[in-house]
């Protein structure tokens, strides 16, 4: 097989929540218990650390990550979904696992797993958590998929679990209450094992409190220890941070989001620092300013062009989008130019009653199935008073923006990590469409 045939085997029989949705969620894990006793238990072989939340578990997977890797472990590091290629959910060091890998990961354990029908996600985390013991890695940061009590990546015993903040996303599978959702992603609570808590609501708090002390498990509010003394957006992009610990503290991640994400690792650095793993003040400093370089963290406020400016980010539910608009309203334009599009299971009135009225839409459509399609989307925004055409891809709609846009103008593309997705794969492919 070719890994371009090794993919569409996994794509085609394994149905991926990415591409299909519900159809592709399985509860329970019985599949993930069978998969990991068939490896020999893999998980246990390297110390992890555990991250959930709503939103910013990516960004705060991918820092912690960098600042490992500046300490000299070798790091893992398992997020989803991916944007351009799969392999970027499961890196060592920053570098995908290589395409032979993937192939011979297939191959080999085929027949094993064929009778059993896991999910994507079942199949892909039982592949990275053996590449990663085979790859004997010193420690692996895992992304937790969705919620936490039954995902399946939660049969690891981490040094550390981290939930960052929760808000309303997939109701369908975690309950259409805060606290319904808070005591999902609280699943991931060990016993004994310190948990670093990001943002509470007076819904949330008191559910990661009685978990906590059910497990007997040490709990931290980043909230109430507040290491983040300020955060002061820098010209070229990211942040500039105070905090008790390292004062000057370069960010290159620039979303308004990332000041809720720094304050949550900066109280999760001692707890680990006390669980033995050791790290100087200048890896702190390494893995802050170079996290994109340092693991290929893709779509977060980032910048991709000048003149107009260029600026995607995958934020795509009603806690993300909110930190989106208010740095568009600071952004310094003549005219806003946003290309958006969304999947069909999110809160979208919730999330287009946000948005700037005072932009010029061009309505879109990922290339995945769970894609609202424009016309719809369209319709729905008019609704909430956002006018705009529609364009049957992501990469159409950037053209025509392109076209109208003026030198001072801010073309913004996103509302969904898909569409992001679909503008990374397009740049990539053709370098001239992005100047």
């Not at 159809?23 to 893999?42: I, R, S, V, W």
């Not at 300490?71 to 290629?85: C, E, M, R, V």
């Not at 062009?305 to 568009?328: A, F, S």
């Not at 839409?361 to 290339?367: D, I, K, P, W």
């Amino acid at each position: 097989m070719t890994y371009q045939e090794t993919l569409n085997y996994l794509f085609d029989s394994a149905p991926m929540f990415q591409q299909v949705g519900k159809a592709a969620y399985k509860e329970g894990l019985e599949n993930t218990n069978l998969l990991d006793e068939h490896f020999g238990h893999p998980h246990r072989k390297f110390r992890t650390i555990h991250i959930a939340g709503t939103n910013g578990k990516g960004s705060c997977s991918h820092t912690l990550a960098a600042i490992l890797q500046s300490a000299g472990y070798k790091t893992g590091l398992y997020t989803s979904p991916h944007l351009i290629d799969f392999r970027e959910r499961i890196r060592i060091n920053g570098k995908p696992i290589p395409e032979e890998e993937v192939i011979r990961f297939v191959e080999k354990e085929r027949s094993f797993f064929e009778p059993l029908h896991p999910s994507f996600f079942e199949l892909t985390t039982a592949m990275a958590f053996n590449y990663f013991a085979e790859q004997q890695v010193d420690i692996a940061v895992i992304e937790v998929g969705l919620g936490g009590r039954l995902d399946c990546t939660n049969i690891i015993v981490p040094e550390l679990s981290i939930i960052t903040n929760i808000s309303m996303d997939h109701m369908q599978f975690l309950g259409n209450t805060l606290d319904k959702i808070a005591a999902e992603k609280a699943g991931i609570i060990k016993p004994g094992i310190p948990v670093v808590i990001g943002e509470t609501t007076p819904e949330t708090r008191p559910v990661f409190l009685a978990k906590a002390h059910e497990k007997n498990a040490p709990i931290h509010f980043a909230e109430d220890i507040h290491p983040l003394l300020s955060a002061l957006p820098q010209a070229g992009g990211g942040f500039l941070y105070q905090t008790s610990d390292y004062p000057d503290l370069q960010g290159q991640l620039g979303g308004f989001c990332q000041e809720k994400n720094t304050n949550t690792l900066l109280t999760a650095l001692p707890v680990l620092h006390e669980r033995g793993i050791r790290f100087t003040e200048s890896d702190v400093r390494k893995g802050f300013a170079h996290v994109c370089e340092l693991t290929g963290l893709m779509g977060r406020w980032q910048r991709l062009g000048e003149h107009p400016t260029l600026i995607c980010d995958t934020g795509h539910n009603v806690g993300g989008i909110q930190y989106i608009v208010e740095q568009l309203r600071q952004q310094p334009c003549d005219t806003l130019r946003i290309v958006f599009g969304m999947v069909n299971d999110k809160d979208i009135n919730g999330v287009l009653e946000l948005l700037p009225r005072q932009a010029v839409y061009y309505f879109t459509q990922a290339s995945v199935k769970r894609a609202m399609p424009a016309h719809d989307l369209q319709a729905l925004a008019a609704s909430h008073g956002l006018d705009g055409r529609c364009y049957d891809s992501v990469e159409t709609a950037l053209r025509q923006a392109q076209e109208e846009a003026g030198a001072n103008d801010c073309l913004f593309v996103g509302g969904s990590s898909f569409i992001v997705a679909d503008l990374l794969t397009a740049l990539q492919g053709n370098r001239a469409f992005s100047e």
